[in-house]
């Protein structure tokens, strides 16, 4: 008799699919303001503009991450929309606590304030998702 184990649903099926393109726009939005601030702006405010194209990395991989799902890309999954929650979250409250403390604003500035809270909201949705497709259906529990 072999041993059951759990299978997931794909990351990028269903749902997931609406996620993937979300994450997309927002990798696409995050890449060009930051590319463009790398290269005019820079020396007005470094941190904020390294700041601003870590999360464009980070949208980008997760992108990549969510619409493949195998077990390798879903660990990567993981990770990057980890980081991206805590990276908003801690960037938003130290904005909000100094206005002044990035020289500029950056993606996760004031919560995502920018870009219409979508970076604060679309982290927690994505770890909620990888949850939820973590879990086996009883369908495929008995295949």
Same mark, same amino acid.
């Given at each position: 008799?072999?041993?059951?184990?759990?299978?997931?649903?794909?990351?990028?099926?269903?749902?997931?699919?609406?996620?993937?393109?979300?994450?997309?726009?927002?990798?696409?939005? *995050?890449? @060009?303001?930051?590319?463009?601030? %790398? !290269?005019?702006?820079? &020396?007005?405010?470094?941190? +904020?503009?390294?700041?601003? =194209?870590?999360?464009?990395?980070?949208?980008?991989?997760?992108?990549?991450?969510? *619409?493949? @799902?195998?077990?390798?890309?879903? %660990? !990567?999954?993981?990770? &990057?929309?980890?980081?991206? +929650?805590?990276?908003?979250? =801690?960037?938003?409250?130290?904005?909000?606590?100094?206005?002044?403390?990035?020289?500029?604003?950056?993606?996760?500035?004031?919560?995502?304030?920018?870009?219409?809270?979508?970076?604060?909201?679309?982290?927690?949705?994505?770890?909620?998702?990888?949850?939820?497709?973590?879990?086996?259906?009883?369908?495929?529990?008995?295949?």
């Amino acid at each position: 008799m072999m041993a059951q184990r759990t299978v997931g649903r794909r990351t990028g099926q269903g749902f997931g699919r609406v996620l993937v393109t979300v994450y997309g726009i927002l990798a696409f939005a *995050a890449l @060009g303001r930051s590319s463009y601030e %790398l !290269v005019v702006k820079f &020396t007005e405010a470094p941190v +904020a503009y390294t700041l601003s =194209t870590l999360a464009a990395v980070v949208y980008v991989v997760a992108t990549f991450a969510l *619409a493949i @799902g195998s077990p390798t890309w879903r %660990l !990567v999954a993981w990770i &990057t929309v980890g980081i991206e +929650a805590v990276g908003v979250v =801690t960037v938003g409250a130290l904005s909000l606590a100094d206005a002044q403390a990035f020289g500029e604003s950056t993606v996760w500035s004031g919560f995502g304030q920018g870009y219409g809270y979508v970076p604060l909201v679309l982290p927690f949705v994505g770890l909620w998702w990888l949850w939820r497709t973590s879990r086996s259906t009883p369908e495929e529990r008995t295949a």
